[in-house]
């Protein structure tokens, strides 16, 4: 069964530096998604991304954030200058079509310290 | 905006126990439904889903979801727990656009 995979799976940074998540969605998937968890609190959505732009993106989706599809088959997310509280589990998704189901890859857990 | 309550933050049941997650969201419109679950170690897996049609959906597993439209709840409900069924429990909720609003997630832990 297809499966959305991110790498890596850990990553450690000092804050202020720039880090770069990547995720590769399920080939025939058109939607593509970041989700981001802090320890003890909800799944929040941060951005989608459909057709090569931002289709919505959260409070939480600021300037220092950007996504990119680089080529066919990558979808990345990356945090320009990391804060302490940008530590979390961050979850890529796909889905084939808009509100469909979307199904998420293993996480990469972020520590900025 | 739409939110999503899961009441029970920590659940432990003995093996062949029933069980009953209540998942409530705050927005009356049309919604699409979803039980998600996180196993140890690994990666969040749709249980089930609603969109439309019968209100009562069975997923993967044995685990079924009742979706009452008038109290806003789509609880999950299993007849017979099993050792395996430890995991997180998330509910989720599309109601317009893109993002799905996730609950705060239910930890099941089942004793054998």
């Known amino acids: 069964e297809p499966e959305v995979t991110q790498t890596p799976s850990h990553q450690v940074t000092q804050m202020g530096q720039e880090v770069i998540l990547r995720c590769v969605p399920i080939?025939?998937?058109?939607?593509f998604y970041w989700y981001r968890q802090i320890l003890g609190q909800k799944v929040e959505f941060l951005v989608s991304f459909y057709n090569n732009e931002i289709s919505e993106k959260s409070e939480i989706f600021d300037d220092q954030f950007s996504v990119e599809r680089p080529d066919g088959s990558n979808f990345t997310l990356k945090i320009r200058s990391t804060k302490l509280e940008d530590s979390a589990m961050y979850f890529c998704?796909?889905?084939?079509?808009?509100?469909?189901?979307?199904?998420f890859g293993p996480g990469t857990r972020l520590l900025v310290l | 905006a739409q939110s999503v309550s899961q009441h029970n933050h920590h659940v432990i049941l003995s093996e062949a126990a029933s069980l009953e997650l209540g998942c409530n969201y705050s927005y009356g419109g049309t919604v699409n439904l979803f039980w998600y679950v996180q196993y140890p170690g690994q990666h969040l897996q749709l249980l089930l889903k609603?969109?439309?049609?019968?209100?009562l959906v069975k997923g993967i597993k044995g685990f079924e979801a009742e979706f009452i439209k008038s109290k806003f709840s789509f609880n999950l409900r299993k007849p017979s727990v099993q050792w395996s069924d430890t995991a997180e429990y998330f509910c989720a909720v599309y109601q317009a656009g893109t993002a799905l609003i996730f609950g705060k997630g239910t930890t099941l832990s089942v004793s054998s």
């Open positions: 080939s025939n998937h058109l939607y």
């Open positions: 609603y969109f439309s049609g019968d209100p």
């Open positions: 998704a796909s889905s084939s079509q808009i509100q469909e189901t979307q199904y």
